[in-house]
Protein backbone atom coordinates (compact mmCIF):
# COMPACT_ATOMS: atom_id res chain seq x y z
CA UNK A 1 0.00 0.00 0.00
CA UNK A 2 1.93 3.38 -0.80
CA UNK A 3 2.21 6.34 1.12
CA UNK A 4 -1.01 9.00 0.95
CA UNK A 5 0.07 12.36 0.05
CA UNK A 6 -2.54 13.75 -1.27
CA UNK A 7 -7.01 12.85 -1.29
CA UNK A 8 -5.76 11.83 -4.85
CA UNK A 9 -4.14 8.70 -3.14
CA UNK A 10 -7.14 7.56 -1.57
CA UNK A 11 -8.93 4.94 -3.51
CA UNK A 12 -12.23 6.00 -2.35
CA UNK A 13 -11.58 9.38 -4.14
CA UNK A 14 -10.82 7.40 -7.05
CA UNK A 15 -14.03 5.61 -7.19
CA UNK A 16 -16.04 7.85 -6.84
CA UNK A 17 -14.70 10.41 -9.11
CA UNK A 18 -15.16 7.42 -11.46
CA UNK A 19 -18.88 7.29 -10.20
CA UNK A 20 -19.42 10.71 -11.27
CA UNK A 21 -18.57 10.00 -14.55
CA UNK A 22 -20.87 6.81 -14.61
CA UNK A 23 -23.76 9.30 -13.35
CA UNK A 24 -23.36 11.43 -15.97
CA UNK A 25 -23.03 8.73 -18.67
CA UNK A 26 -26.22 7.20 -17.41
CA UNK A 27 -28.62 10.20 -17.06
CA UNK A 28 -27.34 11.25 -20.68
CA UNK A 29 -30.69 9.19 -22.02
CA UNK A 30 -33.04 11.32 -19.39
CA UNK A 31 -35.70 12.60 -20.58
CA UNK A 32 -34.92 16.63 -21.24
CA UNK A 33 -37.61 17.87 -19.01
CA UNK A 34 -35.36 15.86 -16.21
CA UNK A 35 -32.23 18.05 -16.99
CA UNK A 36 -33.37 20.48 -14.45
CA UNK A 37 -34.53 18.11 -11.72
CA UNK A 38 -33.66 14.51 -11.30
CA UNK A 39 -30.37 14.77 -13.73
CA UNK A 40 -29.20 17.70 -12.20
CA UNK A 41 -29.53 16.58 -8.76
CA UNK A 42 -28.05 13.44 -9.58
CA UNK A 43 -25.29 15.07 -11.06
CA UNK A 44 -24.73 16.88 -7.98
CA UNK A 45 -24.96 14.83 -5.35
CA UNK A 46 -22.23 12.64 -6.97
CA UNK A 47 -20.02 15.72 -7.70
CA UNK A 48 -20.43 16.31 -4.00
CA UNK A 49 -18.77 13.09 -2.54
CA UNK A 50 -15.23 13.00 -4.05
CA UNK A 51 -15.48 16.82 -3.96
CA UNK A 52 -16.43 16.41 0.44
CA UNK A 53 -13.63 14.00 0.73
CA UNK A 54 -10.94 16.41 -0.90
CA UNK A 55 -12.21 19.34 0.82
CA UNK A 56 -11.86 16.87 4.33
CA UNK A 57 -8.77 15.95 3.40
CA UNK A 58 -7.43 19.63 3.30
CA UNK A 59 -8.79 20.55 6.91
CA UNK A 60 -6.26 20.92 9.21
CA UNK A 61 -8.37 19.23 11.96
CA UNK A 62 -9.43 15.16 12.02
CA UNK A 63 -12.99 16.43 13.23
CA UNK A 64 -13.18 18.53 10.16
CA UNK A 65 -12.00 15.47 8.21
CA UNK A 66 -14.42 13.15 9.73
CA UNK A 67 -17.07 15.65 9.11
CA UNK A 68 -16.59 16.01 5.66
CA UNK A 69 -16.72 12.43 4.89
CA UNK A 70 -20.26 12.31 6.61
CA UNK A 71 -21.37 14.53 4.25
CA UNK A 72 -19.69 12.47 1.69
CA UNK A 73 -21.61 9.66 3.02
CA UNK A 74 -24.82 11.51 3.33
CA UNK A 75 -24.40 12.36 -0.40
CA UNK A 76 -24.15 8.57 -0.99
CA UNK A 77 -28.07 8.43 0.91
CA UNK A 78 -29.34 10.99 -1.35
CA UNK A 79 -27.83 9.49 -4.66
CA UNK A 80 -28.96 5.81 -3.13
CA UNK A 81 -32.81 7.12 -2.78
CA UNK A 82 -32.84 9.23 -6.19
CA UNK A 83 -31.85 5.97 -8.28
CA UNK A 84 -34.77 4.12 -6.33
CA UNK A 85 -37.02 7.15 -8.00
CA UNK A 86 -34.97 6.48 -11.52
CA UNK A 87 -36.08 2.31 -11.28
CA UNK A 88 -40.21 3.29 -10.11
CA UNK A 89 -40.00 6.11 -12.95
CA UNK A 90 -38.40 3.61 -15.55
CA UNK A 91 -35.74 6.31 -16.56
CA UNK A 92 -32.78 3.33 -16.44
CA UNK A 93 -33.10 -0.34 -16.57
CA UNK A 94 -32.12 -2.90 -13.70
CA UNK A 95 -28.72 -3.60 -14.98
CA UNK A 96 -27.36 0.03 -14.52
CA UNK A 97 -28.96 0.63 -11.32
CA UNK A 98 -27.36 -2.64 -9.83
CA UNK A 99 -24.36 -1.76 -10.85
CA UNK A 100 -24.57 2.08 -9.71
CA UNK A 101 -26.11 0.63 -6.53
CA UNK A 102 -23.22 -1.92 -6.30
CA UNK A 103 -20.15 0.84 -6.98
CA UNK A 104 -22.26 3.37 -4.14
CA UNK A 105 -22.09 0.55 -1.37
CA UNK A 106 -18.71 0.35 -1.80
CA UNK A 107 -18.10 3.78 -1.82
CA UNK A 108 -20.44 3.85 1.29
CA UNK A 109 -18.28 1.28 3.37
CA UNK A 110 -14.85 2.52 2.22
CA UNK A 111 -16.04 6.08 3.54
CA UNK A 112 -17.03 4.56 6.49
CA UNK A 113 -14.14 2.83 6.96
CA UNK A 114 -11.62 5.72 6.40
CA UNK A 115 -13.45 7.84 8.64
CA UNK A 116 -13.58 5.20 11.56
CA UNK A 117 -9.93 4.81 11.23
CA UNK A 118 -9.69 8.33 11.74
CA UNK A 119 -11.52 8.62 14.55
CA UNK A 120 -9.06 5.91 16.13
CA UNK A 121 -6.29 8.16 15.59
CA UNK A 122 -7.37 10.43 17.33
CA UNK A 123 -8.13 8.50 20.76
Known amino acids: MGEIRSFRDLIVWQKSVTLVTEIYQQTKSFPKDEIYGLVSQMRRCAVSIPSNIAEGYGRRSTGDYVRFLQIAIGS???????????????????EGITKLDADLGEVERMLASLASKIREKRH
Do not use: A, M, P, S
Open 76 to 94: VYELQTQLEICRNLGFLGN
